[in-house]
Nanobody, 123 residues
Framework: QVQLVESGGGLVQAGGSLRLSCAASGRTLSSYYMGWFRQAPGKEREFVVATTWSGSTTSLLDSLKGRFTISRDSARNMVYLQMSRLKPEDTAVYYC????????????????WGQGTQVTVSS
């Protein structure tokens, strides 16, 4: 079992930055692929970025390259999503997720989810 708790969401102006945190707990965490998804109002949940705990493999939604990055602190079991140059269309609930598949970009490949944290970008 893996437990995930997100934090760091909030309201930010367009062009600003925000860092989301995901606290992970559970057994054999190091074997999981850790990812972030987001779900905007009225839209399906979509993949954002994911990485291994070692950082050896990373996946990122192409349209977010240059603005979003993922990092992790293995010693603290923390995963971070750094978002910069935010746009109103980045407004969504952001979810931390864990997958036994490496790499993994599909919703169905992730078996563990956090409760989500709201990010709102004002224009």
């Amino acid at each position: 079992q893996v437990q995930l708790v997100e934090s760091g969401g909030g309201l930010v102006q367009a062009g600003g930055s925000l860092r989301l945190s995901c606290a992970a707990s559970g057994r054999t965490l190091s074997s999981y692929y850790m990812g972030w998804f987001r779900q905007a109002p009225g839209k399906e949940r979509e993949f954002v970025v994911a990485t291994t705990w070692s950082g050896s493999t990373t996946s990122l939604l192409d349209s977010l390259k240059g603005r979003f990055t993922i990092s992790r602190d293995s010693a603290r079991n923390m995963v971070y999503l750094q978002m910069s140059r935010l746009k109103p269309e980045d407004t969504a609930v952001y979810y931390c997720a864990a997958s036994r598949y490496v790499p993994a970009t599909l919703l169905s490949q992730y078996g563990y989810w956090g409760q989500g944290t709201q990010v709102t970008v004002s224009s």
